[in-house]
């Protein structure tokens, strides 16, 4: 009997172990979900996960990454991911602009979004507002700041059905911005 305790707390040892070990081994990447932005140019979409990537791009028009897509977006536009240079050699499904993209990541709460497109700055606080613009052009509900933004751009800010001036979506923008 005295031989069985010790055994049985062994085995239970090593079965513990033994499943700890997968769960490690499975541990995810962080989501990178808080943030996307795309800039739409008459032939391309910049698609961006990384906040400072999207500043520096717009300062600069370049990315540390720019990785072409075989795909277009449903109006012919060519797909590019700005990316980070750590990104660069990743699967496409380990990136979160990517992912975005596809609709197969869920965003954080909160979320921001933009879409520079046309000269004007389009400014979303909910992913699914965000992705409804992209589709139709420009969102439904709105609230329109002309010459709100950076060089006297238009900030047209993504709203839902009666729902007002969006302040703490403003006051983000303009941190990030001005």
């Known amino acids: 009997m005295s031989l069985l305790k010790p055994l049985s707390f062994a085995v239970l040892a090593a079965t513990l172990t033994?499943?700890?070990?997968?769960?490690?081994?499975a541990k995810q990447e962080p989501l990178n979900n808080e943030d996307w932005y795309q800039v739409r140019t008459d032939t391309q979409v910049f698609v961006f996960d990384d906040y400072q990537v999207?500043?520096?791009?717009?300062?600069?028009?370049?990315?540390?990454?720019?990785?072409?897509?075989?795909?277009?977006?449903?109006?012919?536009?060519?797909?590019?991911?700005a990316l980070r240079a750590e990104d660069e050699g990743k699967a496409l499904e380990k990136i979160s602009a990517y992912r975005f993209l596809k609709v197969a990541q869920p965003p954080a709460d909160p979320f921001y979004?933009?879409?520079?497109?046309?000269?004007?700055?389009?400014?979303?606080?909910?992913?699914?507002?965000?992705?409804?613009?992209?589709?139709?052009?420009?969102?439904?509900f709105r609230y329109t700041d002309i010459g709100g933004g950076p060089d006297g751009k238009t900030v047209i800010y993504g709203l839902q059905k009666e729902e007002g001036r969006?302040?703490?979506?403003?006051?983000q923008f303009k941190t990030k911005h001005m």
């Open 18 to 25: 033994a499943c700890a070990a997968p769960m490690q081994a």
């Open 54 to 81: 999207f500043k520096d791009f717009l300062a600069t028009g370049k990315a540390p990454v720019l990785r072409t897509l075989e795909e277009k977006d449903p109006a012919g536009q060519e797909l590019i991911l």
């Open 166 to 171: 969006p302040e703490a979506t403003i006051k």
């Open 113 to 140: 979004g933009e879409v520079r497109k046309d000269g004007k700055i389009f400014v979303f606080k909910r992913y699914g507002d965000m992705q409804d613009a992209i589709k139709l052009g420009e969102p439904i």
